[in-house]
Antibody, heavy 122, light 109 residues
Framework: QVQLVEFGGGVAQPGGSLRLSCAVSGFTLSRYGMHWVRQAPGKGLEWVAVMSFDGSDDYYADSVKGRFTISRDNSKNTVYLQMSSLRVEDTAAYYC???????????????WGRGTLVTVSS | EIVLTQSPGTLSLSPGERATLSCRASQSVRNNYLAWYQQKPGQAPSLLISGASSRAAGIPDRFSGSGSGTDFTLTISRLEPEDFAVYYCQQYGRSSLYSFGQGTKLEIK
């Protein structure tokens, strides 16, 4: 069964840090690029970051560049999002999502996790 | 950045009717790299259409996508009760500058 499960969300203070994890099963992680996409409460979707299948390339939205870092451990079937210098406006549900491109980054999302909620508040 | 504007914001229709959702881009989307997603309350989005018109695996043929350049349309030919949800378009024509529309809520009339 193909599955993506995010965890690690919670409450953090402004300026604090949090690390999200996305555990995948049912497919070979090392064959796919992986994204993080977020959704503020009651709002639309915002792409956050992507990492290529082998971890050689990563790209970020301007809103998180320099503060967030995407990484992956294909041997553990897990993708991570390290979030630092958190701001109130980072409050959102964070979804990991699979890119169907394989060896290249297609840029859209064919499988999604259920999301984990991050709340940044003092 | 390519800005996507979806219209209408809310669409009220009855089961069995035809739904037409619009997505307009602020500049031409390269290779028509435009996707559509459906999101039901409390759930993650799910992929419906990629490449402007290619249905994802398992998507019923009542869903169809069309358009090119800056104007794209998602059509649901005959609405089923499970189709009432929020729909988002997304462009992926500009590498690492991916953007979504603000969404169209399809509600039961």
């Amino acid at each position: 069964q193909v599955q993506l499960v995010e965890f690690g969300g919670g409450v953090a203070q402004p300026g604090g840090s949090l690390r999200l994890s996305c555990a995948v099963s049912g497919f070979t992680l090392s064959r796919y690029g992986m994204h993080w996409v977020r959704q503020a409460p009651g709002k639309g979707l915002e792409w956050v970051a992507v990492m290529s299948f082998d971890g050689s390339d990563d790209y970020y939205a301007d809103s998180v560049k320099g503060r967030f870092t995407i990484s992956r451990d294909n041997s553990k079937n897990t993708v991570y999002l390290q979030m630092s210098s958190l701001r109130v406006e980072d409050t959102a549900a964070y979804y990991c999502a699979r890119d169907p491109g394989g060896w290249y980054i297609a840029g859209y999302f064919d499988l999604w996790g259920r999301g984990t909620l991050v709340t940044v508040s003092s | 950045e390519i800005v996507l504007t979806q219209s209408p914001g809310t669409l009220s229709l009855s089961p069995g009717e035809r739904a037409t959702l619009s997505c307009r881009a602020s500049q031409s989307v390269r290779n028509n790299y435009l996707a559509w997603y459906q999101q039901k309350p409390g759930q993650a989005p799910s992929l419906l259409i990629s490449g402007a018109s290619s249905r994802a695996a398992g998507i019923p043929d009542r869903f169809s996508g069309s358009g090119s350049g800056t104007d794209f349309t998602l059509t649901i030919s005959r609405l089923e009760p499970e189709d009432f949800a929020v729909y988002y378009c997304q462009q992926y024509g500009r590498s690492s500058l991916y953007s979504f529309g603000q969404g169209t809520k399809l509600e039961i009339k």
